[in-house]
């Protein structure tokens, strides 16, 4: 872990690798963060611990950060069969991830969209603040396919058992973790929204319990589309 960008790809061989990571840097995993690169048949077990404080803010005045076991934050990577049985947890900021937290991509700027397939978790994750997810913390463009989470994710708001808020597809997945919020928990999302040439959700099931403090924005696939 540490803020150097990797951009290679990363063949994992179906080896396991052990984690026990603390970290206040804004992207915190076993890549803090990915950009053009690839990772694949991995398995990550242990655990990763983040909690950014300070920095760049978003427009909800929620910090600009992300905790994942294999990438705090990542932009035009694939995950491919990509396994997490770590503890994810973080303190403070946004998007944490079984897989990855911030999967970032902004049309207008210099990023790339990434992709997560055949992707599991089994860890919990547990987040104090907004978009949490067994899969990915929030995916902006990033199509999900074929993955599954089986941990329980539990944060503030816009919390689900694959992503927390979502730009993209969905498709062929499943949540059977339990999933706790304050607001917008979803089985598989907390959040989908039409964007990026999102075709929104196909074949994705929940079996997981979803519990949330406030009934509004509770649903068994997603707490909130638009």
Known sequence: NGMSDFSGSFDGNGKNISLAITSQDSYV?????????????????????GGWTEGTVD???QPISGTGAIAGG??????????????????????????AGDAY???SAPTAASSFTQCKNYGSVTG??????????????SPITYCANYGD???????????GKIYSNLT???NAGSITADSLAGGIGGEMRATYGSNGMENCYNIGTVRAKYENGTASAFGTCG
Do not use: E, M, Q
């Open 29 to 49: 995993g076993l890549f803090s963060r990915i950009v053009g690169g690839s990772v694949r048949n991995l398995t990550v077990t242990g655990s990763v611990s």
């Open 172 to 174: 062929n997945c499943l």
């Open 59 to 61: 427009g909800s005045s």
């Open 74 to 99: 990542c932009s035009g990577t694939s995950f491919v069969n990509c396994v997490n049985r770590a503890n994810v947890t973080s303190s403070s900021g946004n998007a944490v991830g079984g897989i």
């Open 153 to 163: 994710i539990n944060g503030k708001s816009t919390v689900g058992g694959i992503t």
């Open 105 to 107: 991509y902004y049309p």
């Open 128 to 141: 104090a603040s907004i978009y949490v997810a067994g899969i990915v913390g929030i995916a902006a463009g």
